[in-house]
């Protein structure tokens, strides 16, 4: 038995409208892989708190071209962070850092002999290399031990907010500005992305803290196209 006429034709549009949905679909997903392929997600640097000190965003920067760093043995590698002092009278210095992945050079701001914190103060490690004059102090390599896991917070190394400044001229200036700098100098062994590495940081006032310090996957990734990937100049405009 056969069906209608009318009923074979009202089974043929919804087929051709099936069929046209799922081709606006597949667009839609090519173009969202031309547009994402060289992305990917940072990774989360770690944090750690000793007495009144909060480390925050504490990563391994993924070395750039054309910089003295390349995290590989026998190389150099930085440290980004972001140090706040949540003292309200005390102030602290670091005085060094450890890790057995070399020896832990630490050059203070700009103006500065050593890195100070003042009470309410943020002091960011830069996440490149800046040129400026100053004194640096370096500290041999120790093995340490195993502390938290990473974080959510952002890749980046920007300066975290505490409590108000109360008028603290510390407080008020811009960290970013005049960053420190902290580099990993001979290093013994290549440091990965995806691993997290053993570091402690040492204070005068409040104590040493070790942190499981992960390294930053860097803003892009090689792209591997097979005969299915599309061109990779093709972009998604739609609305999804």
């Known amino acids: 038995m056969t069906a209608p006429k009318g009923a074979r034709r009202r089974m043929v549009t919804v087929a051709a409208l099936a069929a046209g949905a799922a081709i606006a679909l597949s667009g839609c997903g090519a173009g969202q892989i031309a547009q994402t392929a060289e992305q990917v997600a940072a990774v989360n640097g770690n944090h750690a708190d000793v007495g009144r000190i909060a480390l925050r965003n504490v990563h391994i920067v993924y070395p750039s071209e054309g910089t003295a760093y390349n995290n590989a043995k026998g190389g150099k590698a930085l440290i980004a962070l972001s140090i706040i002092n949540n003292g309200e009278s005390v102030p602290d210095e670091l005085t060094s850092i450890t890790t057995d992945l070399g020896t832990v050079k630490i050059t203070p701001a700009s103006g500065k002999s050593v ?91 409040n104590g040493t803290v070790q942190v499981q310090v992960p390294v930053d996957a860097g803003q892009h990734t090689e792209r591997h196209e097979s005969d299915k990937s599309g061109p990779a100049e093709a972009e998604h405009t739609g609305g999804h």
């Open 115 to 205: 890195v100070e914190l003042a009470p309410q103060q943020t002091v960011v490690a830069a996440s490149q290399p800046v040129k400026r004059e100053a004194a640096s102090t370096t500290t041999s390599a120790a093995p340490t031990t195993s502390a938290g896991a990473p974080t959510s917070a952002p890749r980046s190394a920007a300066p975290t907010t505490t409590a108000e400044s109360h008028g603290s001229p510390a407080a008020a200036e811009d960290p970013e500005a005049n960053p420190i700098l902290i580099e990993i100098t001979g290093l013994t062994k290549d440091i990965a992305p995806g691993l997290t590495y053993n570091v402690s940081f040492n204070f005068k006032q």
